[in-house]
């Protein structure tokens, strides 16, 4: 029987694990190779990693610490971070990652993520779309880690992104990032019955029922999420964890 994938989202400054709340206030979590290990014996069902200064810094992800993730991962795993060209994807999947995750280059050119998908096939290209309201103009999709906001809503960027053959959206709310408050459920129901690709829930999460009701009532495909794999107890004391398997039952 179906269940969805649940995801942990890693953030990277530099080659240390961060968590951010509303794509600011980064709090040092770790190191990221220590995390793999840790869901490894968690056996997670997948992986993303993010670097958050690539853009910013005109570079991408670290292929190096890709090649050292790929190593030692037993799950599947995703990278985004700068991501611009066709050589670029090539040479992070040759170090190990599955998927590529692009962002600010599919807002500022939808039509590469159609040459990548038709170079990589769909199943290895997603597209992270972050979402912050903007006064008077409602929801709007945003780039550059959140700095920057486009002219596309999220219905209408999600749309453009499956045309040019996205596999994948990983829908993010940047109000709800870090908060562990619930999903943003009318933005992935919103985006969920637009497109007819696989849409991963991201931000906002903070317990077992928020991702139920992102799976039931928001139709999500599958479930990420950062605080909550990281973080334990009200004080929030740093913890690698991970969904029990006793509870996956609830999904079905």
Same mark, same amino acid.
């Given at each position: 029987?179906?269940?969805? #994938? =649940? ?20 709090? *040092?979590?770790?190191?990221? =190779? ?17 670097? =958050?200064? !690539?853009?910013?810094?005109? #570079? ?12 030692? !991962? ?39 993520? #159609? ?10 290209? $997603? ?13 709007? $999709?945003?780039?550059?880690?959140? &700095? ?12 453009? =992104?499956?045309? %040019? ?7 993010? &709310?940047? %109000? ?6 619930? *999903? ?10 637009? $497109? ?27 479930? !990420? ?26 999904? #079905?």
């Amino acid at each position: 029987m179906f269940r969805p #994938r =649940i995801i942990p989202v890693l953030l990277l400054k530099g080659n240390a694990l961060v968590k951010s709340k509303g794509f600011k206030d980064f709090r *040092y979590i770790g190191d990221p =190779i220590n995390a793999v290990k840790v869901f490894n014996d968690l056996k997670a069902d997948e992986l993303v990693f993010l670097d =958050i200064e !690539a853009t910013k810094e005109k #570079r991408i992800i670290s292929t190096e610490l890709v090649k050292q993730v790929g190593e030692e !991962a037993n799950m599947p795993f995703a990278v985004g971070g700068g991501i611009k060209n066709l050589d670029e994807i090539q040479n992070i999947i040759a170090k190990g990652a599955e998927k590529v995750i692009i962002n600010t280059c599919a807002v500022e050119n939808p039509k590469f993520i #159609r040459e990548a998908s038709d170079n990589f096939g769909s199943s290895t290209i $997603v597209v992270c779309v972050d979402v912050k309201k903007k006064f008077f103009s409602g929801e709007v $999709v945003w780039s550059n880690s959140g &700095s920057k906001s486009s002219k596309y809503s999220p219905k209408d960027f999600a749309k453009i =992104i499956e045309d %040019n053959g996205a596999g994948e959206i990983i829908i993010q &709310s940047i %109000n709800k990032d870090g908060t562990m408050s619930g *999903y943003d459920l009318d933005l992935i129901k919103k985006i969920s019955t637009t $497109v007819t690709i696989p849409v991963v829930a991201l931000g906002g999460a903070g317990n077992l029922d928020h991702m139920i009701e992102a799976y039931k009532k928001g139709f999500a495909s599958a479930l !990420a999420a950062g605080s909550l794999f990281v973080f334990q107890g009200p004080n929030k004391g740093v913890l690698i964890n991970y969904v029990e398997k006793s509870d996956l039952s609830f999904f #079905r």
